[in-house]
């Protein structure tokens, strides 16, 4: 089963929608309790860095999900606010973040409209099983202010173009890496999305996610 | 839409039924439409909340944006909305009664959640509209006296995250948008701003991205109202727009996905 982390401000009955319809078994999840026997996470996000972070702290998600996906290294996704809170500090209300993977989160400057809301092209920076079935630039569903600054480049797995050349996905590793996570939304982004959602599923435990009774 | 129904309307008046919102939805989906949007026009003026169930439908059918409108007056009416599955609120005459809504809305659910929707008239230039376009209220009905460029620019401050300009004289005329109101407000904020009310062919979507800085266009009569001649398929509008050097996502040749 995949659980979609659910802290109320986020989207995440759009990603179960998703998955569902992928014939994934997948549950929305918001205790340490329900996280406990997921084979694949999702956290997804809309809303701002500093409300999402409170919110993984009041629902008493931050060290259960560090144990499942830093020590257990299950398969992770984050999607949006879910990419940003990875890194150590956002420029969004001041506000530390997560810190599994180095670096920092800056706002676009104001050349652009603010927030981007639309569709733009990514180009992947090299191959992964999860962007199996796509070609090397696909166009996905964006809505930020703010963008991922790694660290080390070798985590950033595609750029966008927005005023800037931004890093819209991460991946911590060449190989057997657990972490991912996209600037953009998948479960908005067509078939495109669809299919690097079900890559994700396949990563996660494969076979085993179908949903038994449909 | 009305009950359930997907409705084309004339300047806001005379709808007349189409077919079931979640069927639209499905196929303009499957034809590889950027984004979706629905207003459920008849909430507010029947005082009713939205139709909750529709919106469901449809979210379960559609992996694009989703945009609902129509009835929606406070922050639990908001949730319920995103918690049916879609991702953008739209508010439009509620705003204009509470214009906190729209602060209330992006602090609890983040500004790119708010769509600030304004139906813009135009009207005689004056000191109280000095642009010449009146944001109107209530399914057209009702003069509010504010300056539609004035109103765009109080939504952006309070935290909407996109614009949607509704042309109020262009709707359902098919006469092309309205460039002049789009271009004024475009460029007055530096927020996304999406143009609606008017097209009734491909030139018409062109003629808004080259004259404007909408960022967005809206479009419905073109792809299913028996009203016009003929309508169009996403397919035949983005190449249009593709081969005039607009930056569309293209379309796709294989667009379904195997479950698992």
Redo the contacts between chains.
């Keep these: 089963m995949i659980g979609v982390i659910d802290y109320k401000a986020g989207n995440a009955p759009s990603v179960l929608n998703a998955l569902h319809y992928l014939n994934i078994e997948a549950r929305l999840v918001s205790t340490p309790e329900e996280l406990q026997p997921v084979k694949g996470l999702i956290l997804p996000g809309v809303g701002s860095a500093p409300e999402t972070m409170h919110s993984l702290y009041e629902l008493g998600l931050v060290g259960a999900l560090e144990r499942k996906v830093l020590q257990e290294k299950t398969p992770f996704l984050g999607i949006c606010i879910g990419m940003q809170i990875l890194f150590e500090h956002s420029e969004e209300g001041d506000t530390p973040c997560l810190g599994w993977l180095r670096g920092k989160v800056k706002r676009f400057d104001d050349s652009v409209r603010i927030p981007q809301i639309g569709w733009n092209e990514t180009t992947f920076s090299r191959d992964d099983p999860i962007l199996a079935g796509l070609s090397k630039k696909e166009f996905f569903y964006f809505v930020n202010s703010y963008y991922v600054v790694p660290e080390c480049s070798d985590v950033i797995l595609a750029t966008t173009h927005y005023g800037v050349e931004f890093c819209s996905m991460v991946a911590n590793g060449n190989i057997n890496g657990n972490i991912y996570a996209t600037q953009f939304h998948a479960e908005k982004s067509g078939a495109v999305g669809l299919q690097l959602l079900k890559n994700f599923a396949l990563i996660a435990g494969g076979d085993q996610l179908r949903l038994q009774s449909v | 839409m009305r009950n359930g129904i997907v409705t084309k309307a004339r300047q806001f008046q005379n709808n007349i039924d189409i077919d079931r919102a979640e069927n639209i939805a499905n196929r303009v ?1 499957s034809e ?1 439409i ?1 984004e979706i949007i629905f207003y459920d026009i008849t909430a507010s003026a029947e005082k009713r909340k939205i139709d909750i169930e529709t919106v469901k439908k449809v ?3 559609v ?4 945009t609902v409108g129509g009835g929606i007056k406070t922050l639990d009416d908001m ?1 319920e909305v ?4 879609a ?1 953008k609120i739209s508010i439009d005459s509620m705003a204009v009664r509470n214009p906190n809504l729209i602060r209330e809305g992006a602090q ?6 708010i769509v600030l929707s304004m139906q813009v008239k135009r009207v005689p230039k004056s000191a109280r509209i000095p642009s010449g376009y009146e944001i109107m209220i209530d399914g057209a009905r009702v003069a509010t006296g504010l300056d539609a460029v004035e109103w765009a620019k109080r939504g952006e401050e309070l935290g909407a ?2 614009i949607c300009v509704n042309s109020i004289d262009r709707d359902g005329t098919h006469a092309g948008y309205d460039i002049e109101i789009t271009s004024l407000i475009s460029d007055s904020v ?3 701003v999406i143009a609606s009310g008017g097209a009734g062919c491909p030139q018409h979507v062109l003629e808004v991205f080259q004259k404007t800085g909408a ?2 266009a809206i479009i419905s009569s073109m792809l299913y109202s028996p009203l016009l001649k003929r309508n169009y398929s996403v397919y035949e509008i983005k190449k249009y727009l593709e081969a005039n050097n607009i930056p ?3 379309w ?1 040749e ?4 195997a ?2």
């Design positions: 989906y590889q950027d979210a379960s059918l992996f694009v944006p989703f949730y995103l918690k049916a599955g991702e609890a659910f983040g500004r790119q959640c995250g996109e530096n927020v996304p960022s967005a569309v996502r293209p796709l294989n667009y379904s996905v479950p698992l």
